[in-house]
């Protein structure tokens, strides 16, 4: 389909791998295709020999591997450069279906000519006003094109390795204070025994005071 020269179209992504590292790399193709737009002239006119200048809008749904795309370029050259970018079989679709699933994780970024006078917001592609602040713009379609899936990912596994560092200092400790309980034990202990020898000792001079308080030679010597 086309209008005034801006060409509607959608690219097949085959999603039979689904980790993250595919669909990070899904991800970077779509922030380098933005940059274009995003970028000052010099960064842009090195990004035009790696990517396909010329694209108004792209929606990319990772869970469908379907990518609307708009706008005056190639889709000939467009698709072979995102093959060789993610590693993927990528095929040439016509519009027949919108993606209108809100729970699906969307990508989209701008194009290298978005601002140019006559561009139309395509019904393949969410509408894009031009007066529109990158800082309004919600972080999912940023140019870090982090997903929230990854976010989280990133957030338990950190997670995971406090509660692992915790346990291993909660083990730590309770060893050192399982070695000074020990220790406190011989200590109490030692310091029984030497109460218990004391007593036997103290208990043994006694009866030897009064064994010698009843000896035979007591009688020789009449009281006074």
């Known amino acids: 389909m086309e209008m005034d020269g801006v060409k509607q179209f959608r690219l097949q992504i085959d999603m039979q791998c689904r980790c993250m590292g595919c669909i990070r790399k899904i991800e970077k193709a779509m922030g ?16 035009i020999f790696c990517c396909p200048e010329g694209v108004e809008t792209s929606v990319a749904d990772v869970d469908t591997g379907i ?7 190639n889709p000939t050259m467009l698709c072979h450069w995102l093959k060789r970018r993610i590693r993927k079989d990528v095929k040439i679709v016509y519009p027949d279906q919108q993606v209108q699933n809100s729970k699906q994780k969307l990508i989209m970024v701008l194009g290298s000519s978005s601002n140019a006078k006559g ?3 395509t ?10 602040s990158w800082d309004s ?14 976010i989280e990912q990133k957030i338990r596994e950190l ?7 915790k346990i291993q200092n909660l083990e730590t400790e309770l060893g050192a204070v399982r070695c000074e309980l020990k220790q406190s034990r011989e200590a109490i202990n030692g310091s029984k025994k030497a109460v218990m020898d004391s007593a036997l000792n103290q208990l043994e001079a006694y ?3 009064e064994a010698l308080s009843h000896s035979p030679y007591e009688s020789c010597y009449p009281s006074q």
């Open 32 to 47: 380098c295709i933005g940059s274009l737009f995003r970028s000052s002239w010099l960064e842009t006119f090195r990004l």
């Open 67 to 73: 990518v609307a795309v708009a706008g005056k370029v």
């Open 119 to 121: 561009a139309h917001n």
């Open 123 to 132: 019904p393949s592609a969410l509408p894009i006003q031009d007066h529109m």
């Open 137 to 150: 713009v919600p972080p999912i379609v940023q140019s870090n094109h982090q997903s929230l899936p990854l």
């Open 159 to 165: 997670e995971k390795v406090r509660d692992m560092l």
């Open 207 to 209: 009866h030897k005071l």
